[in-house]
């Protein structure tokens, strides 16, 4: 284990330093992030005038948007396409570690250049916080990394079988506007929809933790919601061990 966590530190360490080097390509990837949580704080300030907690809690959203990014379907699908996914299968470490550290470098560094747009839109919306709340969201944050990462994973190792993973990837992007709480927050769903947005995977790994760092939860919700997350978090990692190892049965490249 500490092995592991050493070549994760040093995978990580790596990737930050390749992709400063493609600097403009990495901001279009984070205004892109962006727009989303930034339009659905434009429609929802003007539809609900003066309701300063859906102000924070689209800040929130914008910040857990910047921190739960994967990329996986060009770090993990594009490999197997073009054959490179051999070589890694040929190191003597868990291939995981490589896009996970490419995961986990885009996270920070998305988080490092979004943070000023991220601030300035805070004091613009004069969103106000609770440090406690904040607190108590951050294993909820931590829990929806590791879901939306093994989420996109699991949909990038479509690949095995089709050559529409990008799409089958923004598909699984697009559930995740719709229900993950930036399309609308859960909150303002239908009565009929709302106890399918509360349980969905969706808004475990996106919308959770900005509902509890805006305090729109109560205590039961947010137990319950921990509850969730670490439900779909056990169900993604035994889907991805099964369709891991039946998608390496299939895996053939030809030529180097």
């Given at each position: 284990?500490?092995?592991?966590?050493?070549?994760?530190?040093?995978?990580?360490?790596?990737?930050?330093l390749?992709?400063?080097?493609?600097?403009?390509?990495?901001?279009?990837?984070?205004?892109?992030?962006?727009?989303?949580p930034?339009?659905?704080?434009?429609?929802?300030?003007?539809?609900?005038p003066?309701?300063?907690?859906?102000?924070?809690?689209?800040?929130?959203?914008?910040?857990?948007?910047?921190?739960?990014?994967?990329?996986?379907?060009?770090t993990?699908?594009?490999?197997?396409y073009?054959?490179?996914?051999?070589?890694?299968?040929?190191?003597?470490?868990p291939?995981?570690?490589?896009?996970l550290?490419?995961?986990i470098?885009?996270?920070?560094?998305?988080?490092l250049?979004?943070?000023?747009?991220?601030?300035?839109v805070?004091?613009?919306?004069?969103?106000?916080?609770?440090?406690?709340?904040?607190?108590?969201?951050?294993?909820?944050?931590?829990?929806?990394?590791?879901?939306?990462?093994l989420?996109?994973?699991?949909?990038?190792?479509?690949?095995?079988?089709?050559?529409?993973?990008h799409?089958?990837?923004?598909?699984?992007?697009?559930?995740?506007?719709?229900?993950?709480?930036?399309?609308?927050?859960?909150?303002l769903?239908p009565?009929?929809?709302?106890?399918?947005?509360?349980?969905?995977?969706?808004?475990?790994?996106?919308?959770?933790?900005a509902?509890?760092?805006s305090?729109?939860?109560?205590?039961?919700?947010?137990?319950?919601?921990?509850?969730?997350?670490?439900?779909?978090?056990?169900?993604?990692?035994?889907?991805?061990?099964?369709?891991?190892?039946?998608?390496?049965?299939?895996?053939?490249?030809?030529?180097?």
């Amino acid at each position: 284990m500490r092995r592991i966590l050493h070549l994760l530190v040093i995978s990580t360490q790596r990737e930050i330093l390749q992709w400063l080097a493609w600097r403009a390509f990495l901001l279009t990837l984070i205004i892109n992030q962006m727009v989303a949580p930034l339009i659905g704080l434009a429609i929802w300030s003007v539809a609900l005038p003066g309701n300063h907690q859906i102000s924070t809690y689209y800040v929130a959203l914008l910040a857990v948007q910047l921190m739960t990014v994967s990329y996986e379907n060009h770090t993990v699908a594009n490999g197997i396409y073009d054959g490179t996914f051999s070589q890694q299968l040929l190191k003597p470490q868990p291939v995981i570690l490589g896009p996970l550290g490419t995961n986990i470098a885009l996270r920070v560094l998305h988080l490092l250049f979004g943070l000023p747009l991220l601030i300035i839109v805070g004091i613009g919306m004069g969103t106000t916080w609770d440090v406690r709340m904040i607190l108590l969201a951050l294993p909820a944050l931590l829990l929806a990394a590791i879901l939306r990462f093994l989420f996109t994973y699991l949909l990038a190792l479509s690949a095995f079988w089709s050559e529409q993973a990008h799409a089958i990837v923004s598909f699984g992007e697009t559930l995740i506007f719709l229900l993950g709480g930036s399309a609308a927050p859960i909150a303002l769903f239908p009565a009929n929809l709302h106890i399918l947005g509360e349980i969905a995977p969706m808004y475990a790994l996106l919308g959770f933790p900005a509902e509890i760092m805006s305090s729109g939860l109560q205590q039961s919700q947010i137990l319950s919601g921990y509850g969730w997350q670490i439900l779909w978090i056990l169900v993604f990692a035994l889907a991805l061990q099964l369709i891991w190892r039946s998608g390496l049965r299939r895996y053939t490249a030809i030529g180097g």
